[in-house]
């Protein structure tokens, strides 16, 4: 299960990131941010997103409502101190499909997202998408045009549609790094060039090799 986290609470975060990690083996990314919250939300698909009430720019509340109302569709549970009835049904209102009163039990909080992870949302990215003249599957992690096909690996299809999501922007490899593979690794930049390099090759088979640019000094983007 992919699970995004938007938690400031330092202490908090990195113990909620760790024990969904270790007990229940989710893919975690944490934020502390709502505004970082949004943006991945937006960037990456999740099955879950666990949002803190109180966040410095922007808190929880109020990401769940833009990610509503700009038509997100995937499970929202809610943290928050507060307590009372009202909050409770302000956070609801809101747009979160669960909400947790701190402290929590780690077990109950694995509980209510398993619970949230039976329920049957709507998918929130397309099956397929275009690259010029080539199809990208999303289920298979396939390019097709015509009758050629091209299987790519989880981190070179992880790579392409992120470029793909943010196409006419420019992506540092700092972030390429962040959403791709995530801080915590040991990866190194250098690994992000060789993936680019294998993504080309294989664009290559359908003559769409300047498909990805290099932004000297900075990254990569589609256009």
């Given amino acids: 299960m992919n699970v995004l986290l938007a938690e400031d609470d330092l202490q908090l975060g990195e113990l909620v990131s760790y024990m969904l990690k270790k007990k229940a083996g989710f893919n975690v990314e ?19 997103l666990i949002l803190d009430w109180m ?7 109020e990401i769940c409502q833009q990610l509503r109302k700009e038509g ?13 009835v009202q909050d409770r049904v302000h956070g609801l209102d ?12 780690i077990d109950e909080l694995l509980a209510r997202l398993r619970a949230l992870s039976r329920r049957n949302y709507a998918p929130i990215v397309e099956e397929t998408v275009k690259i010029d003249q080539i199809t990208l599957n999303r289920s298979s992690q396939m390019m097709n045009s015509g009758d050629k096909s091209i299987q790519l690996s989880p981190r070179e299809f992880q790579l392409l549609d992120f470029l793909l999501k943010n196409k006419g922007q420019v992506l540092s490899r700092d972030i390429i790094l962040d959403r791709v593979w995530g801080y915590e690794s040991d990866v190194s930049i250098k690994t ?8 080309r090759k294989k664009l290559d088979h ?12 900075v990254g990569y983007k589609i256009d």
């Avoid at 997100?72 to 009372?84: C, E, Q, S, V």
């Avoid at 498909?211 to 000297?216: A, F, M, V, Y």
């Fill in 94 to 105: 809101a747009g979160a499909d669960d909400y947790m009163v701190k402290p929590f039990e």
């Fill in 72 to 84: 997100y569709n995937g499970a929202i549970l809610m943290l928050t101190a507060k307590d009372a």
């Fill in 206 to 217: 359908f003559g769409k090799q300047e498909l990805i640019q290099s932004i000297r000094g």
């Fill in 55 to 61: 966040m410095p720019n922007g808190d929880g509340v």
């Fill in 30 to 48: 944490w934020v502390t941010e709502g505004r970082d919250a949004y943006f991945y939300a937006v960037d990456a698909h999740y099955d879950i």
């Fill in 192 to 199: 992000i060039d060789a993936t680019v390099k294998l993504l």
